[in-house]
């Protein structure tokens, strides 16, 4: 049975920077302050090569802390590869070895692992892919999926995943205190690995992934016995899941057959370009993104070389294709654009910059 005690970094990794300041609690609360090291400029280059939780931790542990730990939230990746790092630190054993013999064996999930080694061979690998322009596909940027321990390098099918639901009705991975404490509502924060919230007036528990060319989502309806699990090896997993809750609870859902692209006028494309900021709810508070066309094509430039195809529902709607999130544009009683609204489950607003 798991435990999830309250200690500090610095009693399990001494030569941590500032572990005598940072719990374990702060890590699995994203509250600790270590930055994310996904967002690093050179994120793309080292991410292609395989590496050890130790040689991660080494990436980030020398970086100043973005706040003082316990007093804000900020999703960071890097909290999950230390926290890969102290279970081996703990057991004497590799991450994927203790995963395996601690959970995915005594729970039957054969076929469930940690993507550590770019040789090894698993079987029915899916491969992965990403949009091309509003309708094509090529395929996913490599990463060497060792350079996401601890926090996005497990492999595992629909049928596994159901089985790891299952044993969280009782007390086959964690105790009653433990559960209590990891699932408490969280709204858009992610706290010991889920987001807790509320969806058609009842509470769901949700963890949802998305690397190169793969989206997970896992929602879990407590109190209704109930568990939607979408895998995909393109950009699409979590609508899909939102929509077969509401189809499961009788809540009106998108039917694909409404989503119809049309031609979008050269002149309404125009009013659209621009940069907006998100305000501080957004998952990267203050981003600024892009409105741009290329090629014909409009996109949603978040900046580092990272964009999203939209494809136009209207003059002012379309889907961005790496999330399969609806964006789309507000007015001001002047007829002059002056918001982005992005919906992932829910408005985030973007303030148009009215550039000089």
Not at 103 to 116: A, Q, R, V
Not at 339 to 353: P, S
Request: glycine share 8%; hydrophobic share 35%; aromatic share 12%.
């Amino acid at each position: 049975m798991l435990e999830m005690p309250e200690l500090w970094v610095s009693k399990l990794v001494p030569d941590f920077p500032n572990g005598d300041r940072i719990s374990l609690h702060h890590l699995l609360t994203h509250s600790s302050g270590i930055s994310n090291i996904n967002d690093f400029p050179d994120y793309d280059r080292f991410s292609r090569f395989p590496h050890t939780p130790a040689q991660l931790v080494a990436l980030f542990g020398d970086k100043p802390l973005e706040f003082e730990p316990g007093t804000d939230y900020s999703y960071s990746n890097s909290n999950y590869n230390l926290l890969a790092y102290i279970i081996e630190r703990v057991s004497g054993m590799p991450y994927g070895e203790f995963l395996r013999k601690s959970i995915f064996e005594p729970l039957g999930m054969n076929s469930t692992g940690h993507h550590g080694d770019a040789r090894a061979l698993i079987p029915n690998q899916a491969s992965g892919y990403a949009p091309a322009g509003v309708s094509g596909l090529e395929n996913a940027p490599y990463l060497d999926w060792s350079v996401k321990t601890g926090n996005g390098s497990l492999y595992s099918t629909v049928d596994d995943l159901y089985k790891f639901d299952r044993a969280f009705y009782g007390d086959r991975l964690l105790n009653p205190g433990s559960l209590a404490k990891m699932f408490v509502e969280s709204g858009n924060k992610n706290s010991y690995g889920w987001f807790v919230r509320q969806r058609f007036g009842r509470r769901v528990v949700a963890s949802n992934g998305r690397s190169p060319g793969f989206t997970s989502s896992l929602e879990r309806f407590m109190d209704d016995n109930v568990c939607i699990i979408v895998l995909s090896n393109l950009y699409i997993s979590t609508p899909i899941a939102a929509d077969l809750a509401a189809i499961v609870f009788e809540e009106p859902y998108t039917n694909p057959a409404d989503i119809r692209p049309v031609l979008l006028p050269l002149q309404a494309a125009a009013v659209l370009l621009g940069r907006y900021r998100f305000g501080d709810d957004f998952s990267r508070p203050g981003v600024i993104v892009t409105i741009r066309r290329q090629e014909g094509d409009m996109l949603l430039d978040w900046g580092g070389g990272f964009t999203s195809p939209l494809v136009p529902l209207s003059e002012t709607t379309f889907i961005d294709r790496n999330f399969w999130a609806t964006v789309s544009f507000a007015r001001d009683p002047d007829g002059k654009i002056t918001q982005l609204r992005w919906n992932y489950g829910k408005d985030y607003v973007a303030e148009r910059i009215v550039e000089d």
